[in-house]
């Protein structure tokens, strides 16, 4: 047997146990799901645009909303915000029992805030002005229910994380994920704005 082929038999080849993570890989795929997203909201705010004034004899958004509940869900919304950002604060110092404290409160403040949503949408249905009143309506629950939903979906990743973090502490892994979550919270915020201004006080005035 020649020399080559024994030091070929004697070679060994060694696979890491896990894939390595591409360094920004999972925050640019993130940041182009937000972008589809900006693009879904987009789409609903123009839909309300054009007929967000079609109210088929019905109730007008003047009759209809309270600006001084939809302030107060606005004000859940953006603590749940200024919250969340104090969890990063924590998570950067590797506090991992501060990190759920703050994420923990940063969840009450979004439960409240549907809460009130859900309120909201079940006083303008009892007087009469539900999804299928006419084209202002529908577009209405359409835009703010769309909204509502990332919410809840944004509590539910919310909550499953802390479990996470829970049981695995503040690891690459659960850091990245924390990351993720903080853009999709900050952009929800963001996209709140809009229907504040655009939806209830234009609505209003």
């Known amino acids: ?6 030091a070929a038999l004697g070679q060994r080849d060694y696979h890491l146990a896990h894939e390595p993570h591409p360094e920004n890989g999972t925050a640019l795929g993130f940041w ?3 972008m589809s ?21 019905g109730p007008t958004g003047k009759e209809l909303f309270d600006l001084s509940l939809v302030a107060i869900n606005t004000a859940f919304l953006l603590l749940s915000s200024i919250t969340f950002g104090f969890a990063m604060l924590q998570k950067q110092q590797n506090k991992r029992s501060g990190t759920l404290l703050w994420l923990a409160i940063t969840g009450l403040f979004g439960l409240a805030f549907l809460c009130v949503e859900l309120y909201e949408f079940q006083h303008m249905i009892h007087e009469g002005a539900g999804p299928t009143r006419s084209a202002f ?14 919410v809840t979906f944004g509590l539910i990743w919310l909550i ?3 479990i996470q973090i829970s049981k695995h502490g503040l690891n690459p892994a659960n850091n990245r994920r924390l990351m993720c979550l903080s853009m999709f919270w900050h952009f929800l915020d963001v996209v709140w704005i809009g229907v504040f201004t655009f939806v209830y006080l234009m609505g209003v005035l």
Do not use: E, W
């Open 1 to 6: 047997m020649s020399n080559t082929h024994t």
């Open 37 to 57: 997203d900006c693009l879904i909201f987009a789409a609903l705010f123009a839909t309300y645009g054009v007929l967000g004034r079609n109210y088929a004899a």
């Open 137 to 150: 309506t529908s577009s209405f629950f359409t835009l703010v229910g769309t909204h509502g939903i990332h």
């Open 160 to 162: 499953t994380l802390m």
């Open 32 to 34: 182009l799901y937000l």
